[in-house]
Nanobody, 123 residues
Framework: VQLQASGGGLVQAGDSLRLSCAAS????????MGWFRQAPGKEREFVAA????????YYADFVKGRFTISREYGANTMFLQMNSLEPEDTAVYLC?????????????????WGQGTRVTVSS
């Protein structure tokens, strides 16, 4: 499975971005998916996850109320709507396909990873 993340860019604080993640085949339609991010000099951290059917979603505390994860049911595409962006959100955002139908918050819960898309938020 290959994952392609897109939608990143350079924005100002308070702006919005919508990230997309496309998987190469339908394997991901039966699996949970998630977003992680990695800022320069920091470890990779969980951002959001969604179950295989889109019914269950999970968020890191620092993005609750600002970010929304979604997916096209049965398709290979996942999204992350990011509103009210802050400079602290600057990072490379990576999408991943989980090992099971319900995605977890740990990196070990995921089997496939994309290369990421860079988000830079200026103050």
């Amino acid at each position: 499975v290959q994952l392609q993340a897109s939608g990143g860019g350079l924005v100002q604080a308070g702006d919005s971005l919508r990230l997309s993640c496309a998987a190469s085949r339908r394997t991901s339609s039966n699996n949970g998916m998630g977003w992680f991010r990695q800022a320069p000099g920091k470890e990779r951290e969980f951002v959001a996850a969604i179950s295989w059917n889109g019914y269950d979603t999970y968020y890191a505390d620092f993005v609750k109320g600002r970010f929304t994860i979604s997916r096209e049911y049965g398709a290979n595409t996942m999204f992350l709507q990011m509103n009210s962006l802050e400079p602290e959100d600057t990072a490379v955002y990576l999408c991943a396909v989980a090992r099971r139908a319900v995605a977890g918050t740990g990196a070990d819960d995921y089997a496939y990873w994309g290369q990421g898309t860079r988000v830079t938020v200026s103050s």
